[in-house]
């Protein structure tokens, strides 16, 4: 394993602030979720996007949120095959074990994910070989198909970001727990897209089928 280097000094020393600092504060509680166990009351599935904070817009604490982030908080469609499914795991798991009572899909400006997607569809981006990336936006090529009537590009890609917030959202429902879940009351869905430059906060509304900023 000589190809593990050790963490950077600069990480441990903002380590042991934090330990000495933000935990003892916060010890009892803490302790409590070792002993008591977690029991979060949404799951949250965003981007990877270093500038996607979703702790930090909610203000939330730990054991709170059980979240699952991934290249453009995609949620792929309901297969059962013998592929490794890092996203549907984590959906069985919050809803099936953690009993979590909410699922928050969360969008954002400026997604690299969903511009890749957008210039591979559009044909801007040139497909050579095989690419994890490629693949996995695939999942977002039937959002593609919604909006690529919209003449202006960055309303286009705008565009492209809601959609993959109300495709993730179709494609949860397709889970048969997920489903059964919603239709008896025990779990919601809400779709959220967050701009990074000024902090807005939309959500899906299911009366106009559009998003309205929270701000
Ligand atoms: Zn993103």
Avoid at 152 to 164: C, M, N, Q, S, T
Wanted: hydrophobic residues 40%.
């Amino acid at each position: 394993m000589e190809y593990v280097s050790p963490l950077p000094q600069v990480l441990v020393d903002r380590y042991r602030r934090w330990k000495a600092g933000p935990f003892i504060e916060r010890q009892i509680e803490h302790e409590m979720l070792a002993s008591q166990g977690q029991k979060p009351e949404a799951l949250v599935i965003s981007c990877c996007d270093s500038r996607v904070h979703a702790t930090s817009i909610f203000g939330s604490e730990t054991g709170e949120f059980f979240i699952h982030r991934n290249i453009a908080n995609m949620v792929p469609p309901f297969t059962v095959d013998e592929v490794h499914h890092g996203t549907s795991a984590v959906i069985e798991f919050a809803v099936m074990t953690l009993e979590i009572n909410h699922i928050i899909v969360l969008g954002h400006s400026q997604c690299g994910g969903v511009r890749h997607c957008h210039d591979t569809c559009t044909g801007e981006k040139p497909v050579a070989g095989y690419s994890f990336v490629d693949d996995w936006m695939e999942i977002l090529r039937p959002g593609y198909e919604r909006v690529r009537h919209i003449t202006d590009k960055a309303e286009r890609i705008r565009a492209l970001e809601h959609a993959g917030v109300v495709l993730a959202l179709e494609n949860l429902m397709g889970f048969p727990f997920v489903e059964h879940s919603v239709n008896n009351g025990a779990l919601q869905l809400h779709g959220l897209w967050h701009s990074i430059g000024d902090g807005v906060l939309e959500m899906y509304d299911r009366k106009t089928h559009g998003f309205v900023s929270l701000a």
